[in-house]
Every structure is written in C-alpha cells, then in structure tokens.
C-alpha cells in the first residue's frame, strides 16, 4: 500500500462532509485541526465550485469529491472543472466518480460498472490524469476498475474487514481511502441513537449497493431493520470517547487503508466539535 498512488497529499486522516455542509469557514477549521482532506460528499455538481472554494479558504488541505455522481454530472463538464482547478491549485484536488445508487438514477444505472468504465474513457480524453482520480467501489469488479484506471478505491460505508478485503483485491500500489463514521460520548444507547440515525438513509430505503456489501460482510435481512441491528451500527459507525473512537479508525490503516475519511455524526449538528474532541486522540496537531 501506498499513498505514492497520487500525487496528492491526503495525509492519514480526512473528513467527509456532505455538499451542504462544507463552507469556506469550515473547511479552513478542517485544516486548522490537523486533517489532511476534506471529502465533499453528497454529490457535488459538475462546475466542482464547492471544491474550489475550499481550495481557496485553506493553503495546504487537500480537496477531494466523494463522489460525483456520473449519472448527474456530466463527464465533459467534469474535467473542463478539474482542469480549472487544478490551473489555480496545482495538485491538491482529487476527483473521485461513482455510479451512485440505481434506486435514485433510474433505469439507466441498471449496469453501473460499464457506465463508469464509458465516464473515465471520458475523463481520459478531457485531461484527468489517472492519478489524480478515484472512483467509489465496493464489489470485486469495482474494486479492480479502480486499481486499472484510476489511482485506487473510495469505497463508502465500510468496516476495517471490508478494507482488509478490498487490500487484497487492490493489491499493494492502488490508494485505499475508505469513508467511517464517528459518534462519539459515553453513553452507547446514545450514540447507538446518533449512529442509527446516520445509517438509516442507507438501510431503511434498503439501498442496493450497499445492503449488497453487507451481506458480503456476514450480515443478513435481520440486521436491516428499524436503521440497522446493533451489529451492523457498531461495525458501521466509531463510538465512545475519542481515544477509543481513533482506535476503531485506526483499525483501518492496519487493515491495508492509507488514508481514512472520516465523517463525523452529531445529534446537534455541531461536527466541528467532534472533529475538534477526535483530533487529539489520532495525533493531529493543529495549525496556527
């Protein structure tokens, strides 16, 4: 394993954050705590704007989409983006791509893998370099796309048995950059609350993709009830204090990840206190 996949800096830890979330004054506190990345999730629209706006607040973070959704962003459009970023911040923007969920991209998204492989063609022939590109992947087929045509795997909602997996379908050189959650307190009903909420999205509107990996993992229809079994929230989502928290996202990087995106969960919303009380405990220093 081994960042040298890209040659952008993410550093060991990133955050992800949804689309609608990020701002300028968010992403400099991200930077300011010690994170190496930030993710902007929740399908990020073809201009990649959001992006250049957190370029612009910070001066080292690196900036990364997880993912754009090919389905609604447009793959010439996508590249002209990246392109423009990449003239005003030379290599610190990292395209991730994925197909999304077929349940909210209609009939067409049916074959998911030959739309991806048909969107880089596209990206190959507007300028994004492979190294500068990863795409979300979770099933075999995915997982050694993203190890041929791109720096490496993206792969969303995941335990550090699915990183140990997809390490060795990647093989040693590809970047693995998995997505974990985080709830953190010390009360686990609590938490346990927290982290249902964040997966049942995924769960309750059984979510193909992702139900799919779970199965792969062991788990089965009585885990994906009323937001997900105990089990699977635990495996799913970091809890407790932050030391014992950055020791379930640790588990990660000894599993064969790189670098880990983490996306804080908050029953008031405040993610920035979490990413603050979890900096400490994964050795991040702040700046400034």
């Known amino acids: 394993m ?10 060991t830890y990133g955050v992800w954050v ?26 990020p629209d073809a201009d990649l704007d959001l992006a250049s706006t957190a370029l612009a607040a910070t001066s080292r973070l690196a900036v990364a989409t997880g993912i754009v959704n090919i389905w609604s962003a447009d793959a010439e459009t996508v590249a002209a983006s990246f392109r423009r ?17 077929r349940e909210a991209n209609g009939p067409e998204a049916a074959k998911p893998f ?4 048909e969107y880089l063609d596209a990206l190959d022939a ?20 993203s190890a041929e045509r791109a720096a490496g795997a993206h792969p969303y909602l995941v335990s550090p048995e699915f990183t140990r997996g997809a390490r060795k379908a990647l093989g040693d050189r590809p970047l693995l950059a998995p997505e974990h959650k985080v709830a953190l307190g010390d009360d686990r009903a609590r938490t346990r609350r927290t982290a249902r909420e964040g997966l049942s999205v995924y769960v309750d509107n059984r979510l193909t993709n992702y139900l799919a990996n779970f199965r792969r993992l062991g788990f089965s229809d009585e ?20 030391e ?10 000894d599993a064969g990840a790189d ?30």
């Open 2 to 11: 081994s960042l040298s996949a890209t040659s952008v800096d993410l550093g």
């Open 244 to 253: 014992s928290a950055a020791a379930e996202l640790r588990a990660h990087l």
């Open 259 to 288: 670098h880990v995106a983490v996306q804080p969960l908050a029953d008031d919303g405040d993610l920035l206190a979490v990413l603050a009380r979890l900096a400490p405990a994964l050795g991040l220093t702040p700046r400034g």
């Open 114 to 117: 030959h739309a991806v492989v």
């Open 223 to 242: 885990d994906f009830v009323d937001g997900g079994s105990d089990a699977l929230v635990d495996a799913m989502v970091a809890q407790g204090e932050p």
């Open 18 to 43: 949804k689309r609608t979330d990020l701002t300028a004054e968010t992403a400099a506190e991200i930077e300011r705590l010690g994170y190496g990345a930030v993710w902007i999730g929740g399908s």
């Open 85 to 101: 970023i990449e003239s005003e911040n030379p290599g610190r923007f990292l395209l991730g791509i994925g197909a999304g969920h």
């Open 126 to 145: 507007g300028g994004v370099p492979e190294d500068r590109r990863v795409t979300a992947a979770l099933g075999p087929r995915m997982l050694r796309l």
